[in-house]
T-cell receptor, first 111, second 114 residues
């Protein structure tokens, strides 16, 4: 299975601090995506990084991808209480297979 | 712009009953899929479709049927509900029929099977 595994499972930080979440996967990928899910809601796409990219930014988000280690990280800078949510990585395999999601990291940002 | 619409939002069934979860998108997306989300399990793919008339199985297809007669709709049928199918179900779509790019999710359908 190419399922991504997020680490840590849960993270609690103070407002203004940075939050880093990691994702590891098992097989070759075309791209890796990060999603956010607020409690009781659907998932929302945050960012996509392709296998030939190493880093990508979007606002306060920074994603890195290391295909040699089969891992990715999501950094949220200057976190806010509104960033409290679960964050999931999802991988699309090199065989054009549908997205496979990890189990998520639950982030709590305390004001 | 409605995006992906799922109905019903909540449903309680008795073991053995059947029902259909509806999913409709208004973005002319080729790719549509159904996931279930269980505590500690993340999202698991049930069925997906790369276009009208084409469906395929995901990781956990047993007990579920799908059809794709139009680009807009992708209903998920539970044939004979079991307590193990208690879950939150999400429909998602994408512009690409190869599943590339971002998925757009509905708000979920919360199903309890007694």
């Amino acid at each position: 299975s190419q399922q991504g595994e997020e680490d840590p499972q849960a993270l609690s930080i103070q407002e203004g601090e940075n939050a880093t979440m990691n994702c590891s996967y098992k097989t070759s990928i075309n791209n890796l995506q990060w999603y956010r899910q607020n409690s009781g809601r659907g998932l929302v796409h945050l960012i996509l990084i392709r296998s030939n990219e190493r880093e990508k930014h979007s606002g306060r988000l920074r994603v890195t991808l290391d295909t040699s280690k089969k891992s990715s990280s999501l950094l949220i800078t200057a976190s806010r209480a509104a960033d409290t949510a679960s964050y999931f990585c999802a991988t699309e395999g090199s065989g054009n297979t549908p997205l496979v999601f990890g189990k998520g990291t639950r982030l709590s940002v305390i004001a | 712009n409605a995006g992906v619409t799922q109905t019903p939002k909540f449903q309680v069934l008795k073991t053995g009953q059947s029902m259909t979860l509806q999913c409709a998108q208004d973005m002319n997306h080729e790719y549509m899929s159904w996931y279930r989300q269980d505590p500690g399990m993340g999202l698991r793919l049930i069925h997906y479709s790369v276009g009208a008339g084409i469906t395929d199985q995901g990781e956990v297809p047993n007990g579920y049927n799908v059809s794709r007669s139009t680009t807009e709709d992708f209903p998920l049928r539970l044939l004979s509900a079991a307590p193990s199918q208690t879950s939150v179900y999400f429909c998602a779509s994408s512009y690409s029929n190869r599943g590339y790019g971002e998925l757009f999710f509905g708000e979920g359908s919360r199903l309890t099977v007694l």
